[in-house]
């Protein structure tokens, strides 16, 4: 494909003259990273610069909010249970009670029909007890997924490139505390004049070079973003490529050359 392309591109060139602008290497894929839970940072696993993998933790938060919780909760499902428990174990009890006067024939007296009806309460004791062991293991679920947003992790692979945060620093919800950059997904974002715009269409291949590593490669025209600069009266473009030297980082000066018909 990257043949075909330099193919095109250099046929293109025998008949055109080119139009050279400047740009930036630019990631396509930049994740703000914020924490979804207020608490303390506890834990900080990475620094700028350190390369992260997907769902690597970043951070940990700590937070007396989340402790509390964690106690209450835990403390509601062991009390449900003994309830249960209590509940189950009275009315085996009744029960065995309750067969012991059928098998003596007994089960039309007065100490059979309390029975029965004791049987009925504690059953229903036993139906509300088993109802907050469910309620209170929903609980626990949800406090287990509070427990997870403690834990900020990398959404995807890239490198850390800004950390604004410190051991003992408290989080709010939504802020900013790391930036990620995806180093395999990049694009040059450049400016271009207005008065060439009709020669830009996406799709159109083009030249490009980083000077810093004399790399040259083909790729081509992804966009024209519709926000011009009312001061130059020039237009963004995003131009993307395949990414085939390591070396190539976020921020690199780069040169597109655009073929444009002779005479123009």
Sequence with gaps: ??????????????????????????????????????????????????KVKREDTLFELESAEFDILKNQ??????????MVNMYRTRLDSINRE????????????????????????VAAGLAAAQALV?????????VATLAD?????????????????RVGDLIAPGMLTM??????HLEIEAQIAESNLLHV???????????????????????????????AHTFTIRVKFKKTHDMIFPGMYAKVSIDLPKGL
Excluded at 40 to 49: L, M, P, T
Excluded at 103 to 117: F, P, Q
Excluded at 134 to 142: G, V
């Design 179 to 184: 930036v990620l950059v995806d180093l395999d």
């Design 73 to 82: 909760s835990d403390l509601a499902i062991e009390q449900a249970e003994i």
């Design 201 to 231: 269409r996406s799709g159109t291949p083009v030249k490009i070079a980083i000077p810093s590593l004399k790399y040259n490669t083909v790729g081509t025209i992804k966009s024209v973003v519709p926000n011009a600069n009312p001061m």
């Design 1 to 50: 494909m990257k043949i075909l392309m330099l193919i095109i591109v250099f046929a293109i060139s025998s008949f055109a003259t080119a139009l050279t602008v400047t740009g930036t290497v630019v990631s396509d894929n930049q994740k703000m990273i914020g924490a979804r839970y207020m608490g303390y940072v506890k834990h900080i696993y990475f620094e700028i610069g350190d």
């Design 134 to 142: 469910k309620s209170a293991s929903t609980k626990i679920k949800q």
């Design 98 to 121: 309750r067969r012991t006067l059928d098998i003596k024939g007994r089960n039309t007296g007065m100490d059979y029909e309390n029975l029965t009806v004791a049987a009925d309460n």
């Design 149 to 165: 947003y403690l834990e900020v992790k990398a959404p995807n692979d890239g490198i850390i490139v800004e950390k604004r945060i």
